[in-house]
């Protein structure tokens, strides 16, 4: 066992991970308190005829598997609810999702819902990747009219013409902020600069496993109204979304914290046996000397 | 000369975003700020630059390897090649989705000389005069409605998606509901009042049409092939790479998280309780693994968190003043003083 080569770990890794995957096989989740308050304030959410719910996508295909999983739920989330959302990305990765995910979500609603429509323009609208930083963040909190801010969408529409975006003035206007990432400081940069005098967004987030601790400060300081960690937020979110509308399929989300979680047993076998191995090594030593 | 150069303009950069931080908008009618979005901007545009230093630097590095046949070539050439073949796609697809847009935005205008023509027939101003402005309009509104209803006609070959074919219906009526309004005005009668809702309606023909552009520009090849590079490769091998991880964690728990101490023996109970309070089957063992879990996080760890931050964030402000200073030098001095 102390010589138990990689390649069989690596083996058992490989099963753990794809046996749910290909079977498609997915277990409830364990319950997250601050994906239920992300829900709550989504499901409760007032949107006035001039506002929107901007999202910004923040993130590479190297975390697509909890970061898009998160986007999925909450697009779908405030899809079904007919709120405009305006996507946006200040990381040039994430371009591609600001286009895959709404069409993915929107195509999948209209699957489950025969006769319904969910249109670009109307739901959502992509204003694609806006190099800049928080050069953009700061300029978009003071602009006295943000649909001249941005001027066009990701496909070089005016946004004076788009109707999910037209009414919209000033920051004020949004609603709700969703900021998905698990880059180092992203959330902290929305959390300063994304602010004008007199108005300070609710901010729900999506963040990396990895970067839970990290969020965890905001979220019990109160800058962070919503946090969905990891891929276990998304399903457990997900989870929130089938009870309440019956009707959808199991998604991504709960199978892959299905398969994460095979996997997370496997490594908490993997250290038990490994100090099982070390201990009695030790005593070995001890007893031959 | 070079580097005092640098010096000042740093600090003339620094100077002016901290003071843009700590003044009033408005000092006696002053506006400290007043140029702010100018500067933004222009910061935005060096940034964006950026991407063009990496694109030669790119040419440069793997373009000098092909030509001289140094080791390594062949995956230069592969790079240079992928690199080619995205951007032509990239540029074709963005061209694709412009034009597209530039054909909705004939509509637009319309709307906007419709609208114009109203407000000046209000302010008095008759050069050119109001008849020949209208008879204009008329003119390329009934142009543009005939152009509109032959381009939204074609079909996608594969077949129309069901928001394709919501969106024609809703075309159609609309521009029957313009054909009408059109006729019923003419030149020499219509008022300013009964070109607003003229106005109102090459307004909503330009979403619907807007809407069937977008669909077609979907199901287009050029970006069908932007979607299999996308999807098919560069999301593929970015989330193959990162995938790796998952192998390496487990292998390095096996071999490395072993309990020497006491201290040791905490952080691993800690992991393995937060690990179980995530994953859906440590429920099956204890439901209360969520709850202490979220205990974990929220108390010690927060706490933990919270004074590293503090550390970084007072560490980032000396850093931020010698930069500001230039005191730290080393990045663009090459080592003179």
Redesign the interface.
């Known amino acids: 066992m102390r010589e138990l080569h990689r390649r069989w770990i690596y083996l058992l890794v490989a099963l753990a991970l794809s046996v749910p995957l290909i079977l498609r096989v997915s277990v409830p989740p364990a319950r997250m308190r601050a994906a239920d308050r992300a829900y709550d304030l989504i499901r409760d959410v007032e949107i006035a005829p001039h506002q929107i719910v901007l999202m910004a996508f923040d993130f590479g295909p190297n975390i697509k598997a909890e970061n898009g999983s998160q986007a999925e739920v909450v697009l779908e989330h405030l899809m079904r609810r007919r709120i405009p959302v305006a996507l946006f990305s200040l990381y040039v990765q994430a371009e591609p999702f600001l286009k895959s995910i709404p069409e993915k979500v929107a195509s999948r609603l209209m699957a489950e819902n025969p006769g319904e429509v969910w249109r670009y323009g109307e739901d959502w609208v992509n204003l694609g990747f806006r190099p800049g930083n928080f050069l953009v963040l700061q300029s978009l909190a003071r602009s006295e009219d943000i649909t001249a801010f941005f001027g066009k969408d990701a496909f070089a529409n005016r946004l004076a013409d788009i109707a999910a975006f037209r009414n919209a003035k000033t920051v004020k206007d949004i609603a709700l902020l969703v900021e998905i990432s698990g880059l180092q400081g992203m959330l902290e940069l929305y959390l300063r600069f994304f602010r004008a005098e007199g108005y300070v967004p609710k901010v729900v987030h999506g963040c990396t496993s990895i970067s839970i601790p990290d969020a965890y400060i905001f979220l019990d300081s109160g800058q962070l109204s919503g946090l969905l960690e990891g891929i276990a937020g998304a399903a457990w979110y997900s989870a929130r979304l089938r009870k309440e509308y019956p009707r959808q399929e199991a998604d991504e989300a709960q199978i892959l914290n299905t398969s994460l979680g095979v996997a997370h047993l496997l490594i908490i076998l993997l250290v038990i046996v490994g100090n099982v191995v070390a201990v009695r090594s030790a005593r070995r030593g001890v007893a031959q000397a | 000369m070079r580097q005092r150069l640098i010096r000042i303009v740093t600090f003339i950069g620094g100077l002016y975003f901290f003071l843009r931080f700590v003044l009033p908008g408005d000092i006696n009618g002053f506006q400290f700020a007043r140029y ?2 100018e500067i ?2 222009g ?2 545009a060096i ?2 630059l950026t ?1 063009g230093l990496g694109l030669i630097n790119i040419l440069l590095v793997h373009g000098s390897r092909l030509l001289f046949r140094r080791k390594g070539w062949f995956t230069s050439a592969a790079l240079l090649f992928g690199l080619a073949f995205m951007l032509t796609v990239t540029i074709g697809e ?1 061209l694709a ?2 034009r ?3 054909d ?2 004939r509509l ?1 205008m319309l709307r906007e000389f419709a609208a114009r023509i109203v407000a000046d027939e209000k302010a008095g101003d008759s050069d050119p005069p109001y008849a020949t402005r209208v008879a204009l309009l008329l003119k390329n509104a009934t142009l543009e409605v005939e152009r509109v209803d032959q381009a939204a006609r074609r079909e996608n070959p594969a077949g129309d998606s ?2 394709m074919r ?2 024609r219906t809703e075309l159609h009526a609309k521009i029957n509901g313009l054909r009408g309004g059109l006729e019923t005005i003419s030149a020499g009668t219509a008022g300013p009042e009964a070109l607003l809702p003229l106005a109102q309606q090459l ?1 909503d023909v ?2 619907t049409y ?2 069937i552009l ?1 669909e077609q ?2 199901a287009a090849v050029v970006s069908k092939l932007y ?1 299999l590079l ?2 098919g490769l ?6 193959a ?3 790796l991880l ?2 390496y ?3 390095a ?3 490395a ?3 020497k101490s006491a201290e040791s023996a905490l952080m ?1 109970t800690t992991a ?1 309780i937060v ?9 099956w063992l204890w439901d209360g ?2 709850d202490v879990r ?1 205990w974990l ?2 108390t010690p ?2 706490a933990a ?2 004074a590293i ?1 503090i550390g970084a964030a007072v560490a980032g402000l000396i850093m931020a003043f010698r930069m500001w200073f230039s005191v730290e030098t080393q990045s663009f001095s090459r080592g003179e003083r």
């Not at chain 2, 560069?234 to 989330?239: I, N, Q, R, V, Y």
């Not at chain 2, 690990?275 to 429920?283: A, H, Y």
């Open positions: 702010n979005h933004t901007n910061f935005r940034g964006a991407f963005w989705s412009a597209a847009a530039a909705a935005d637009v069901a928001v919501g969106l307004s330009a979403a807007r809407g977008i520009h979907r979607t996308s999807d560069f999301m593929a091998l970015g989330t790479m990162f995938s998952a192998f964690i487990a292998s728990a096996y071999r998280f072993r309990i691993m393995l690990m179980l309070g995530q994953i859906p089957f440590g429920l693994f969520p979220m996080l929220t760890s927060t968190r919270r931050e």
